[in-house]
């Protein structure tokens, strides 16, 4: 499927580089302008959702099935208000003193460890245990994205990275470890739940699996004069984005 996509892409969706080897983003072609308003995230899906999500919070009202599918459309998730309370019923585990390896040790008794074969999927939330400020955050391989964290393995940007560095010990962690996980990626739908409570207030992006890009992980292929595609996986699938 992947070089089926190669393959069948027609000429007009090529772009092509300036003589310094950047994009052009001053055609005069109003088509291609628009696709680059979609690839940076100001125009069409990517800006759509971020748009819903932040209405929601300011609008303070419950969290339901439905703004989560209209959210998520982009990952193609949609659930309904049975399995959003189910995954809301999942035990979580609330961890402290995470700068010592017994905590470590507790943690991936619960989780397993990084370097476990098989990974189990869910959402960690950090608590700064003074200001009360809180970061949500999911993945399908938590042991291993939890170890980052904890052994101070990942780029210091955002909100939450600058503070925890060093500062282990003032934050607590709670863990909700998703064993029995829907086709879909359930991780995602409860880490959106969470980012539509503005009390999550270290999370400056409020769509899960972050479809702006701060994130995200696309995939170029290109020559010294043209940009030939970009894809982006989401939810397990390959989307061509022009």
């Known amino acids: 499927m992947f070089y089926k996509n190669l393959i069948n892409l027609k000429p007009t969706n090529i772009l092509k580089f300036n003589s310094n080897g950047s994009f052009n983003n001053n055609s005069s072609d109003p088509n291609q302008k628009n696709k680059w308003k979609i690839i940076l995230g100001r125009s069409g899906t990517n800006q759509l959702v971020h748009k819903l999500a932040l209405e929601h919070i300011k609008s ?3 969290v339901t099935a439905k703004v989560i599918n209209s959210i998520l459309s982009y990952c193609n998730i949609e659930i309904t208000e049975s399995i959003l309370k189910d995954i809301l019923s999942k ?3 609330v961890f402290d003193n ?3 390896n017994e905590t470590i040790n507790d943690i991936e008794a619960i989780i397993g460890s990084p370097s476990k074969k098989i990974q189990i999927p869910g959402v960690y939330i950090f608590t700064h245990k003074l200001t009360g400020d809180k970061y949500v955050g999911s993945s399908s391989q ?4 939890l170890n980052g964290y904890l052994k101070n393995k990942h780029r210091v940007i955002g909100l939450l990275l600058p503070q925890l560095k060093e500062n282990l010990d003032k934050f607590t962690l709670r863990i ?3 064993n029995d996980n829907y086709a879909f990626r359930s991780e995602i739908v409860l880490e959106q739940y969470y980012l539509l409570d503005s009390s999550f207030n270290l999370n400056t992006v409020k769509v899960a699996n972050n479809p702006s890009g701060s994130n995200a992980k696309p995939l170029y292929m290109y020559n010294r004069e043209k940009l030939f595609y970009i894809t982006f996986q989401c939810n397990k699938k390959i989307l061509l984005l022009i």
């Open 91 to 93: 035990p979580g585990f």
């Open 176 to 178: 909700i470890p998703l």
């Open 98 to 100: 995470l700068d010592t």
């Open 60 to 62: 303070g009202k419950p």
């Open 142 to 145: 938590l042991a291993i994205r």
